[in-house]
């Protein structure tokens, strides 16, 4: 009887065995350590897929299951509030968007029109009247960004930094603070007001002389234009 009991036992013991190294084996069919016969996934504790110790999964691969998982709950967060937003958040965006290829443009559409050139200083090298006019409108009416007095740089040093010179001791006695002075590189193209002239006339010259209508008492087009 005592032979049979410990026959029971040691298939029982057997048995156990086997099947603690199936699951062992199971646990670690990712990883190249070897299975282990005593706790179920002992062996993997350290297994790059973080697999061991609490059944299947283990407390390392739960770990980064939960963080998954709360990753993936902040990105519906705020996939959520975006859409609840909507649409002004993409309206936004894209007048930015829009805006931001005429930005250069606008800039320097602001700086030719602020920068004063050789035809704003006389002989003696001072502002003439029309500089000292073009100065007040840049500093009264333009945007604060903007309010930037260029002083387009001349080929001789000496007289780029006196014009210089005289156009920031104006802006400092009017202006204060209000206003600043630099350099320009540019080059500007500034028309004066002979030449709107002259394309003006030359239009009206240009065009044909009104036809007047016959004095018969027919004023149609038909019978302006046929006489």
Known sequence: M???????????????SVLMAGVSLAQCDTCGNEASFSYPGATCATCSTGQGLIGRGGHVHGEVLKAKIEHARQIDSRVVARNEAWPKPFGCASRNLYASYWA??????????????????????????YAKNQIAGILRNMPQKYKTVYVQRDKDEATSMERLNHVQSLVSTW???????????????IQNGLRAENIYNGYNAAMAPPIIPVSDGQSSISASVGN
Do not use: M
């Open 2 to 16: 005592s032979q049979s009991i410990s026959a029971w036992k040691y298939c029982a013991a057997l048995l156990v």
């Open 104 to 129: 250069p443009i606008t800039r320097a559409g602001f700086a030719d029109q602020n920068t004063l050139s050789a035809i704003h200083f006389g002989e003696d090298g001072k502002l003439t009247k």
């Open 175 to 189: 202006y204060g603070q209000n206003g600043r002075v630099a350099f320009s590189d540019r080059n500007p193209i």
